[in-house]
């Protein structure tokens, strides 16, 4: 390779493209380290420290020059492959960053990954004391989530390599998604799910048993389909596996065969009524419960910043809105009384039956926060449904209708600059709509009435609508604000300012991350950070800080 660019080229292309210069690097500043030899090839470490204090770490494959043949229609696809899993663009990619094949040097170069590899960690729990079920299912569940996720990643038309615990890196803390494949040395074609299940039963559960008796234990089958969802989704996990009981039905169910077809059969039922619990949230739970056992004597505002640490800390906010549910269910509430556990399960399993329903409309919410007398709880309860919502904000869940009709509305308690109080609320009737729109046309701002269109009201003391805002969902991250009103008596006392921060919470709270209005009241909305964008041709307000 001396002599030649290889090096460069495999800096720049397995990091964010950097750049070597070999007349920063020097004259020990390269160490190479043998890692293994594989049929024909050679595998080495090779780490590079220049003077100016950047380190890369690659993996080199170098490949018997009498044995390689450029013509070798194999090679070319392994190399195809690796380039194409290794750069998948919608997530995280599931072999490390591919740097560069050159046939004429019988060489390849991937990003080292320094971690200790599956079989490795297997090894370290099985040697020491107090490792508990936790750890062997995030090391199993993340080690099979990868091997989902590499055939999901290859359109679903090869068995990744060899799948073993050499040959997966599963890192530690649990926070990192770093879990990747190592190889695909030995990837075949895929023709039926046995082909992914079958070497993680041999070479994880038997080899793992086989080897470390003591641990047997601890490893649980129903992992394999945990992992299953978590990487393919619901519905694909559920087809998946329907067709894995399919083939585990084709022979004898004896042994692990046997096991793993009667954990399937429990576990697709469930897959159909209840919320999957990911293993990202399943680890952010476990570590809140770690810390509260060496903490406890927490107070409430430690315990809610602990939660909110979790849920950044393991990236939830890309999880569905039910997540957060769980991660307060099973951490803050975990310790209260049946009926509110019971009134919050009731919830849970509404926001999973109506996933397109808004949670702060339903029914079991406002039923739940109707159980709550604790001071903690109440103020914890409100953080997790309005979680934008400032201290000051008072939001709250009323139930309105009657019994055929009944439900939920989000109020807000607020004032003008005089003192004067009002309530931000949804309309609680059709007239109310109606008012609105006079209002509208008495100040000169001639709204159509549209059926798409969402509101919400300002009502002074006596109930009465003095203002509010028109808007509509654009998709389900964005929204058009199309009107804002306050009557004419209220104008000048701060309620329009009052009415456009209480809105745009309120969207925060509902996951939307962007609000567009057209150039009317410029002045006015560039006050309350809207800026003028090309691309929307109107004024935008990001939600998302």
């Given at each position: 390779?001396?002599?030649?660019?290889?090096?460069?080229?495999?800096?720049?292309?397995?990091?964010?493209?950097?750049?070597?210069?070999?007349?920063?690097?020097?004259?020990?500043?390269?160490?190479?380290?043998?890692?293994?030899?594989?049929?024909?090839?050679?595998?080495?470490?090779?780490?590079?420290?220049?003077?100016?204090?950047?380190?890369?770490?690659?993996?080199?494959?170098?490949?018997?020059?009498?044995?390689?043949?450029?013509?070798?229609?194999?090679?070319?696809?392994?190399?195809?492959?690796?380039?194409?899993?290794?750069?998948?663009?919608?997530?995280?990619?599931?072999?490390?960053?591919?740097?560069?094949?050159?046939?004429?040097?019988?060489?390849?170069?991937?990003?080292?990954?320094?971690?200790?590899?599956?079989?490795?960690?297997?090894?370290?729990?099985?040697?020491?004391?107090?490792?508990?079920?936790?750890?062997?299912?995030?090391?199993?569940?993340?080690?099979?989530?990868?091997?989902?996720?590499?055939?999901?990643?290859?359109?679903?038309?090869?068995?990744?390599?060899?799948?073993?615990?050499?040959?997966?890196?599963?890192?530690?803390?649990?926070?990192?998604?770093?879990?990747?494949?190592?190889?695909?040395?030995?990837?075949?074609?895929?023709?039926?799910?046995?082909?992914?299940?079958?070497?993680?039963?041999?070479?994880?559960?038997?080899?793992?048993?086989?080897?470390?008796?003591?641990?047997?234990?601890?490893?649980?089958?129903?992992?394999?389909a945990d992992a299953c969802v978590d990487a393919l989704g619901r519905e694909d996990a559920a087809k998946f596996l329907s067709e894995l009981q399919?083939?585990?039905?084709?022979?004898?169910?004896?042994?692990?065969?046997?096991?793993?077809?009667?954990?399937?059969?429990?576990?697709?039922?469930?897959?159909?009524?209840?919320?999957?619990?990911?293993?990202?949230?399943?680890?952010?739970?476990?570590?809140?419960?770690?810390?509260?056992?060496?903490?406890?004597?927490?107070?409430?505002?430690?315990?809610?910043?602990?939660i909110d640490e979790m849920y950044g800390l393991y990236g939830m906010s890309s999880l569905p809105h039910q997540s957060r549910f769980h991660l307060y269910r099973n951490c803050w509430f975990n310790n209260s009384d049946d009926q509110i556990q019971q009134a919050f399960d009731r919830l849970l399993q509404a926001m999973y039956m109506a996933p397109e329903k808004t949670v702060s409309g339903m029914v079991q919410l406002s039923d739940m926060q109707a159980l709550l007398t604790d001071e903690d709880d109440i103020a914890t309860f409100s953080h997790m449904v309005f979680p934008h919502s400032q201290v000051s904000q008072k939001h709250k869940l009323t139930t309105v209708g009657d019994d055929e009709n009944k439900h939920v509305i989000v109020t807000s308690d607020v004032s003008d600059r005089q003192g004067g109080t009002y309530t931000i609320r949804e309309p609680l009737e059709p007239a109310e709509i109606g008012l609105l729109y006079r209002l509208f046309f008495k100040s000169g701002y001639y709204k159509t009435i549209s059926t798409q269109d969402q509101f919400l009201v300002l009502a002074d003391a006596d109930g009465q609508v003095a203002g509010g805002i028109s808007w509509h969902a654009v998709d389900d991250k964005t929204v058009?604000?199309?009107?804002?009103?306050?009557?004419?008596?209220?104008?000048?006392?701060?309620?329009?300012?009052?009415?456009?921060?209480?809105?745009?919470?309120?969207?925060?709270?509902?996951d939307y991350t962007l609000v567009k209005t057209v150039f009317v009241l410029r002045p006015f909305f560039e006050k309350h950070g809207f800026r003028l964008d090309r691309k929307w041709g109107g004024l935008v307000r990001s939600l998302e800080n």
């Open positions: 390779m001396i002599g030649t660019t290889f090096l460069q080229q495999s800096i720049l292309l397995s990091t964010d493209g950097q750049k070597l210069d070999l007349r920063e690097v020097p004259q020990d500043g390269i160490w190479v380290s043998r890692t293994a030899v594989r049929h024909s090839q050679r595998l080495y470490r090779l780490g590079i420290t220049a003077t100016t204090g950047k380190h890369y770490d690659l993996l080199i494959s170098l490949w018997d020059m009498q044995e390689l043949d450029p013509e070798d229609r194999s090679i070319n696809d392994t190399i195809y492959w690796m380039i194409a899993l290794s750069g998948y663009p919608h997530g995280n990619p599931s072999l490390p960053r591919f740097g560069c094949f050159r046939p004429e040097l019988g060489a390849l170069s991937l990003a080292y990954l320094n971690d200790l590899n599956a079989w490795e960690r297997i090894r370290e729990y099985s040697s020491g004391d107090g490792v508990d079920r936790q750890k062997w299912q995030q090391l199993f569940t993340g080690a099979f989530t990868t091997c989902f996720r590499s055939w999901l990643h290859s359109d679903k038309q090869i068995v990744p390599g060899m799948i073993t615990p050499k040959n997966i890196v599963v890192s530690e803390p649990d926070f990192r998604e770093r879990a990747k494949l190592l190889s695909l040395t030995g990837w075949k074609k895929y023709t039926r799910p046995l082909d992914l299940i079958q070497p993680i039963i041999h070479n994880f559960y038997k080899q793992t048993a086989m080897s470390f008796t003591s641990v047997q234990q601890n490893l649980d089958l129903q992992w394999i399919e083939d585990l039905q084709e022979e004898s169910l004896d042994g692990y065969r046997g096991v793993l077809a009667r954990e399937i059969s429990e576990f697709l039922p469930k897959l159909e009524t209840e919320y999957h619990i990911c293993a990202t949230l399943r680890n952010a739970i476990n570590r809140y419960k770690s810390w509260e056992i060496v903490n406890p004597e927490a107070t409430a505002k430690a315990k809610n910043q602990v058009h604000l199309n009107g804002i009103v306050v009557s004419t008596p209220l104008l000048g006392k701060g309620l329009s300012s009052v009415l456009i921060e209480d809105f745009c919470i309120r969207l925060a709270n509902m």
